[in-house]
């Protein structure tokens, strides 16, 4: 009863003053512990419940496994483990198993896990719906769907769980109307849980939007998660965008209040269009509806404000954030870059820091990027030093590319190389195409050819690249150079990428 009402003082009071406790004392407190989230203390009474001699039953057994994993304590779970094997009076049940399947898929041994699994006598939905999500967690997608397969020749029918847990799958290995037609033939279509699931998956891979509408429109209760999976779904695309703020029109008629994922997908659905007007509506309507103070909402509303040219928009939500994150203090960074305002976009990166919160990845490439299109070589220098020694900052092929792109355009060329040579395995097409384009500028021609040479044996089938060789071999003067290229570009029918500029 106090484990119901979440009332745990009075549990341990009544607890303690039992002259004597069962099995069934010792599970009702380490459940009561569970429940109101004292994890520590489940767990630790399941240790003196062990020491007493008193064995317990499978479920709380799976229950306490559950706990580990959620508490983060990978050697009690392996120590429980082994108890199955050191006591005979411990029952090994699929309950037990399929709990210990899934605390060795969270701990990242997955051998282990198909060991423990193939231990499971009668194996039921429970069991093979946990090793496909674990299989998913860890991006094991085809080892998913073939535990899906051999569940259906043992003659297991997939709940709609088990239907849910295979979506990802499904969609990473392109699938989607394979699940999609089991579903159907089964009767899960009718699910508002699975159709939703559904749904999502199809809106998330940007191509299948008209089956998406078809389950949307079929689907006689739409909750806000619908609509707003729907919502994102249009916003991805420029062409479907302002589908995206129709149905929000159609969703307030319905009668059905956003949330902030709704409205996170609206301002999507503005950047897209670069729409400063309908931005002006959804964040009207974000602060009439309260969804405004949502941190999320007001970093995209900084991005959205920036890229659909209002920058003193985007200022004014910086400012009147109570609360900022890394993400808040990139934004608007990458907002002055985009203007070409890089000496506030340095100051605010400075008054980031002094603030006490740690830049990222992304933060490191906004200022790499806006010192190198203000040309501020050294304060570009300072930038990229200091994201080398940050040990909480992985630097990408993005942030080389663009501190060699920094270094060429300013005629630091040795500088530049330097940079490619102690880069090892990073270097990726963009970086080499940087240097060139650097030691081509610059009067370097045979540098410039050696890396327009590097270039085309690492994308022989890039067009851009030939054409980069072929104005090097003309600024030498190797007119013989530009035939055989030119000639060769013919031959394998390449086509460079038109640009186009809509004004």
């Not at 064995?55 to 706990?67: D, F, G, N, Q």
């Not at 701990?107 to 998913?136: C, H, Q, Y």
């Not at 994922?261 to 670069?274: D, F, G, N, V």
């Not at 992985?394 to 190389?417: N, Q």
Request: aromatic share 10%; net charge neutral; proline share 2%.
């Amino acid at each position: 009863m106090y484990a119901k009402l979440s009332d745990t003082e009075s549990a341990e009071k009544v607890f303690n003053e039992m002259p004597s406790r069962d099995t069934i004392s010792w599970n009702s407190m380490i459940n009561c512990y569970t429940q109101n989230g004292f994890l520590l203390k489940a767990l630790k009474m399941f240790k003196e419940m062990y020491s007493q001699g008193l064995v317990a039953k499978p479920e709380l057994v799976a229950s306490c496994i559950s706990t580990c994993v959620k508490s983060r304590n990978w050697r009690l779970g392996r120590g429980i483990h082994a108890l199955f094997f050191l006591n005979e009076r411990m029952e090994y049940s699929t309950f037990v198993a399929t709990a210990l399947v899934n605390f060795y898929w969270r701990f990242g041994d997955p051998d282990m896990a198909f060991r423990v699994f193939d231990t499971i006598l009668e194996k039921n939905e429970v069991s093979w719906t946990a090793m496909i999500s674990g299989s998913i967690e860890n991006r094991e997608y085809a080892r998913a769907f073939d535990c899906i397969r051999a569940m259906q020749i043992e003659n297991i029918k997939p709940n709609r769980v088990t239907l849910v847990s295979i979506l990802p799958a499904c969609a990473e290995l392109h699938r989607r109307k394979e699940i999609h037609g089991y579903a159907v033939r089964h009767g899960y279509d009718s699910d508002a849980l699975f159709s939703s699931a559904l749904l999502h998956m199809y809106c998330e891979c940007g191509g299948e939007l008209q089956i998406a509408r078809v389950i949307f429109n079929r689907c006689v209760e739409k909750e806000v998660v619908m609509w707003s999976s729907m919502i994102a779904g249009y916003s991805q695309s420029k062409d479907k965008a302002r589908e995206a703020i129709k149905l929000f029109n159609e969703m307030q008629t319905h009668g059905t209040l956003p949330n902030s994922a709704t409205i996170l997908a609206l301002i999507s659905a503005c950047t897209r269009m670069l729409s400063l007007p309908d931005g002006y509506g959804v964040h009207c309507y974000s602060m009439k509806s309260g969804l405004c103070t949502d941190l999320f909402v007001q970093n995209a509303l900084i991005n959205m404000y920036s890229k659909c040219g209002s920058l003193k928009d985007g200022e004014r939500v910086f400012n009147e954030m109570s609360t900022r994150d890394c993400v808040s203090w990139s934004a608007l960074i990458s907002a002055y870059g985009l203007y070409g305002r890089a000496e506030e976009a340095l100051k605010l990166f400075h008054g980031m820091q002094e603030s006490g919160i740690k830049g990222d990845g992304v933060t490191y490439l906004a200022v790499l990027l806006t010192c190198n299109h203000g040309g501020l070589v050294d304060e570009g220098r300072m930038v990229f030093e200091r994201a080398m020694k940050d040990v909480n900052v992985c630097l990408s092929r993005e942030h080389y590319a663009c501190y060699i792109d920094l270094l060429g355009r300013a005629g630091k060329l040795e500088d530049a190389y330097d940079v490619v040579c102690k880069m090892g395995e990073k270097r990726s097409p963009r970086i080499w195409t940087c240097l060139a384009s650097a030691f081509r500028l610059y009067g370097r021609l045979d540098l410039a050819e050696s890396a327009a040479d590097i270039l085309v044996g690492i994308e022989p089938e890039n067009a851009a690249n030939y054409t980069m060789l072929s104005m090097v071999y003309a600024e030498s003067g190797n007119w013989r150079g530009v035939e055989e290229v030119r000639r060769y570009i013919k031959e394998r029918k390449l086509n460079k990428n038109r640009s186009f500029s809509k004004i």
